[in-house]
Each structure stands twice: as C-alpha cells, then as structure tokens.
C-alpha cells in the first residue's frame, strides 16, 4: 500500500503525520504499532519521535491518536497537538478547530507568531489531575506536591500531576541539570518498579527568572526528547503553584528544542488548564510504499521538503543561547 506522509515537528518533538481523512487506509490496530515501530526507527526508518494518526471524529473536526516511537499510545500530546491542529485548520481553510483526543476536546487556534515568520498555533491543555489514581502512581497518599519520595531521591522534592499524560516534575538547582540524575530516575521509574506500573514522563525544571522556566523531559515509551508539550505545561503549573510563576501570564518555556509559551489559567480551587503556544513545522511529505506485514522494508516513492526549518532554526539558536547563558554557564 501507498502511504503519505507529513513530517513535522513542534519545538523540535518530531512526528509523522498519517491524513486518515483524506485517504482510506484501513488500519488495523496491530498497523498502526507495527508502522511506529518501523517507520519511527531512527537508523533504518524515517526517523521520529512517534506517528500523529489524524481521523474522522463524530463530535469534532477531526480526532488524534498518537503513538510513541515504541508502539505504544499516548493519551496525549502538546506538540503533536499544534501540528494536528495546523494540518486541520489547514485542511478546512479554518483558523481553530476542535480535536478530539482521548481524554479530551481540545480548542486549537492559529496564534501571533511565537519568533518571525514560524507557524504558530496556539492549543488548550486539559484535564489536570492530581490524584495520583490517575497516572497511576502507587503511593500511600491521595496526591504528591513538592515532596521528597525516598524510593526515588533522598534529596530531590517531586510533584505528580497528569494533564493527561503522567507527569512527575522536579524543580532543581544547575548542578542536578548537568549531573546523570535525571538519566538514572527516568530509566528506574521506566523499568520495571513498585510505584508507576505504566511508567511516567520525568521533568526536571530550572527557574531561569520570573515568567522563564527551562524543561528538560524523560518522556515515557521515547526517552529524552527536544520537548514534551504536555511536560513543559504541567512544569508551568507547578512552577506557578510554587510562586515562581503567575497565573494568568505568559511563560517563556525553554527547552533543548528551542521555546515555546504557557499560561496557566486557575478555573477555581484546585482546577487548571494550560494554553501551549508554539511552532507547528513541516518538515517535509513523502509518499511511501510499504507491506503492512513487513513495515521495515518501505520504500520511498516521492518526497517534497519543505523550506520552514531555517526559519525555526533561528528561534532555536536563539534558545540555545538563552540557555547555555542563563543555566548551563552557571553551573
């Protein structure tokens, strides 16, 4: 079968976009992990951090299903969201649209550009959950705000929170940031352990100043990611809930895919949602020959580039100064 196929990427979280709409490919279940795993492999397949399946939905535009580099699904996804919510948008010569996700409903809206002339789309980050049930994370407590957790870190303070993938979020001082600590609780929390039966995303997080934060993110079923939307929002929450942050206003959120921005909205006692503003780039479409049974031996029949990603490689130069300037040299 005949595949097309929209490589983009949101701060540097890179996807393969499959137009479920436009075409009749009959997916199965087993396909769509099988094409993941083959097609998102780094060494022999075209290279992403998942596949961004974009589908007919009963109740809105369009719906999203996401799928992480190994085969597995994720609830959801921020920057897989921004470019879902371009291609749409797109799509339906609309300027927002509705998507559906598998929690949620969630509001896309082309944005103001986040750095000169970059597709920017703004999106809504909902439900926040902090009962731990909800990641799940089995500890003896309803939920984990800023708190030392001794089968994790003797000296590290933790906040759990799904938005609604799990997150479990640190903010830390410069020398955690260079050290191999995040490396080490990310695999064990990952593997096989007591407390996170499905795994969880590990954030690690540094207060650059008021209303700047740096995120750097272990994302569950990839690893180390450029940036992880729903991480840098759920980071944003937690950086405001500690007063490093306000409710309300923007956030500069860097990370080692160049920038994006959060605001925080306090709905009412104990309930939030998160806008994520950001680039939606492509990269790139393709067109593929591939045997469903044998994904791994595609082929490629056409591809076109796209001329976008010199444009975003300003913004993350300009990121990557801001952080090596402000966290890194500090160290």
């Known amino acids: 079968m005949n595949i097309e196929i929209m490589k983009c990427h949101g701060s540097g979280n890179d996807f393969l ?9 009959d997916f199965k279940e087993e396909d769509r992990q099988n094409l993941t795993i083959a097609l998102c492999d780094r060494v022999e397949g075209l290279g992403a951090d998942g596949i961004l399946f974009v589908m007919t939905s009963e109740t809105c535009d369009a719906k999203m299903r996401v799928f992480n580099a190994d085969g597995s699904e994720a609830s959801m996804c921020g920057n897989g969201l921004r470019c879902v919510g371009r291609y749409v948008c797109e799509l339906l010569d609309r300027k927002d649209v509705v998507i559906e996700t598998m929690k949620a409903n969630l509001q896309i809206n082309e944005a103001e550009s986040i750095f000169e002339d970059i597709p920017t789309y703004k999106v809504e980050i909902s439900p926040v959950l902090f009962d731990l049930k909800e990641l799940p994370m089995n500890l003896e407590r309803k939920t984990l705000f800023n708190e030392l957790v001794p089968e994790i870190s003797d000296r590290l303070h933790f906040s759990a929170v799904a938005v609604p993938n799990p997150h479990l979020i640190s903010v830390v001082d410069v020398e955690h940031i260079v050290s191999n600590e995040q490396k080490c609780i990310s695999e064990t929390v990952n593997g096989p352990n007591n407390l996170f039966p499905d795994g969880v995303n590990v954030s690690f997080v540094h207060s650059i100043e008021h209303g700047s934060i740096y995120v750097r993110t272990f994302e569950r079923g990839v690893g180390f ?58 990269l790139y479409k393709t067109t593929i020959e591939v045997d469903r049974n044998q994904p791994e031996t595609y082929s490629i029949i056409s591809k076109i580039d796209s001329q976008e990603e010199e444009k975003y490689q300003e913004l993350q130069k300009f990121a990557k100064q801001v952080v090596e300037q402000k966290v890194f040299l500090s160290a």
């Open 17 to 25: 976009l499959i137009d479920e709409i436009s075409h009749s490919y």
């Open 225 to 282: 990611t450029n940036a992880c939307g729903t991480a840098m929002c759920a980071s944003s929450l937690v950086s405001c809930l500690l007063s490093l942050n306000s409710f309300g206003k923007e956030i500069d959120v860097f990370n080692n895919g160049g920038k994006v921005r959060c605001v925080v909205h306090q709905l009412g006692e104990g309930h939030y949602k998160m806008d994520l503003i950001g680039n939606a780039t492509y």
